[in-house]
């Protein structure tokens, strides 16, 4: 069984910094991409960050420049700095993982995180 948990989320004001991380535990082989998707409310899930092992991370265009994600593969975990903070980043943020469970198979499957809440208000 494989277990994704985010934490660090809450109460910011403008222009302020918050440092998101993904914890994945289980039974895990090995971990191919991470990621960190939001969804604010009446909004659909979008992608706000990427990474994957040897490659150059991604990141949705309204966030970049601010935003950094990185990974210590070592502990299963990732993280999201997270600077400049606007009130429109409001949203719950969810870290996404693709996970080999067994060296038998060369599949990768989806695990989400439950979100924790990421607000930006004065």
């Known amino acids: 069984q494989v277990q994704v948990v985010e934490f660090g989320g809450g109460l910011v004001q403008p222009g302020g910094s918050l440092r998101l991380s993904c914890a994945a535990s289980?039974?895990?082989?090995?971990?191919?991409?991470m990621a960190w998707y939001r969804q604010a409310p009446g909004k659909e899930r979008e992608l706000v960050a990427r990474i994957s092992s040897g490659e150059n991370p991604n990141y949705a265009d309204s966030v970049k420049g601010r935003f950094t994600i990185s990974r210590d593969s070592p502990k299963n975990t990732a993280y999201l700095q997270m600077n400049s903070l606007k009130p429109e980043d409001t949203a719950v943020y969810y870290c996404n993982a693709l996970i080999r469970t067994t060296s038998w198979s060369t599949s990768y499957s989806d695990y989400w995180g439950q979100g924790t809440q990421v607000t930006v208000s004065s």
């Open positions: 289980g039974s895990i082989f090995s971990i191919g991409t």
